[in-house]
Antibody
Framework: QVQLVQSGAEVKKPGASVKVSCKAS????????ISWVRQAPGQGLEWMGW????????NYAQKLQGRVTMTTDTSTSTAYMELRSLRSDDTAVYYC???????????WGQGTLVTVSS | QSALTQPRSVSGSPGQSVTISCTGT?????????VSWYQQHPGKAPKLMIY???KRPSGVPDRFSGSKSGNTASLTISGLQAEDEADYYC????????????FGTGTKVTVL
C-alpha cells in the first residue's frame, strides 16, 4: 500500500532553516511527483509547490520562491522540502503528498509541525 | 493569487443532504475539469474524496458527489452521517508555473 512517512516535529528560531523529509513506499517513486502543502494553525491548506521524482523539475508558489527548495533522493525514495529565513508566519503543519501533474495530490503524509519561535 | 471561495460552514441533520460551493475564476475552476475535494478530520491529513470534478477514488462512498458549472464547483453529501462531520477543501488545477494547484478556503460541515 502507498505510504508517505514524514520526519518529526521541529522548533526553529526566526531566520533559521528547516528541512522536512518524506519517505515514500508502495509505488514506483519515479513515476510520480511529490507536492508540499502547508496548513497554519486553524487555517486552510496552502499549495507550496511540487517536484517531479522522474527528472527533478520543480515549481514553487510565487510567495515562497527564493526561500524554498524541494529535492528528491531516488535511491531512498525520499523527498525533501527546505524552507529558509523562517518567520513566525511559517509556523504550520507541512504535508507531503503524491502527485501526478494532471491529477491532484492523492496519498498524503502524516504531516510535520514546524514551529518558528524566538 | 487568491484561494478559491467556499462558505465558512454548512450543517445538516443525519440523513439530509448538504452542498458546498467552491468559486474560482476562468483561470482555475472554470478553465479546467480538474477540481478535487478533500475531507479533513481534526489533527489528520486531508483525504481525497473527489477528483476530476466528479470521480470518486476507490473506497469513497457514493454519498459523495461532485459537479461544476462555469467558475463554481460543488460537493454534495447525501444521506449525511455523523462521521461526515469534518472540514472540506476544494482544489483546482490552475496550470501556471507558480500556481499549479490552488485550494479553497475550507468549509466546516456540522452534523446536527
Amino acid at each position: 500500500q502507498v505510504q508517505l512517512v514524514q520526519s518529526g516535529a521541529e522548533v526553529k528560531k526566526p531566520g533559521a532553516s528547516v528541512k522536512v523529509s518524506c519517505k515514500a513506499s508502495g509505488y514506483t517513486f519515479t513515476s510520480y511527483g511529490i507536492s508540499w502543502v502547508r496548513q497554519a494553525p486553524g487555517q486552510g491548506l496552502e499549495w507550496m509547490g511540487w517536484i517531479s521524482a522522474y527528472n527533478g523539475n520543480t515549481n514553487y508558489a510565487q510567495k515562497l520562491q527564493g526561500r524554498v527548495t524541494m529535492t528528491t533522493d531516488t535511491s531512498t525514495s525520499t523527498a525533501y522540502m527546505e524552507l529558509r529565513s523562517l518567520r513566525s508566519d511559517d509556523t504550520a503543519v507541512y504535508y507531503c503528498a503524491r502527485i501526478h501533474p494532471l491529477s491532484p495530490p492523492d496519498y498524503w503524509g502524516q504531516g510535520t509541525l514546524v514551529t518558528v519561535s524566538s | 493569487q487568491s484561494a478559491l471561495t467556499q462558505p465558512r460552514s454548512v450543517s445538516g441533520s443525519p440523513g439530509q443532504s448538504v452542498t458546498i460551493s467552491c468559486t474560482g475564476t476562468s483561470s482555475d475552476v472554470g478553465g479546467y475539469n480538474y477540481v478535487s475535494w478533500y475531507q479533513q478530520h481534526p489533527g489528520k491529513a486531508p483525504k481525497l474524496m473527489i477528483y476530476d470534478v466528479s470521480k470518486r477514488p476507490s473506497g469513497v462512498p457514493d454519498r459523495f458527489s461532485g459537479s461544476k458549472s462555469g467558475n463554481t464547483a460543488s460537493l454534495t453529501i447525501s444521506g449525511l452521517q455523523a462521521e461526515d462531520e469534518a472540514d472540506y477543501y476544494c482544489c483546482s488545477y490552475a496550470g501556471s508555473y507558480t500556481r499549479l494547484y490552488v485550494f479553497g478556503t475550507g468549509t466546516k460541515v456540522t452534523v446536527l
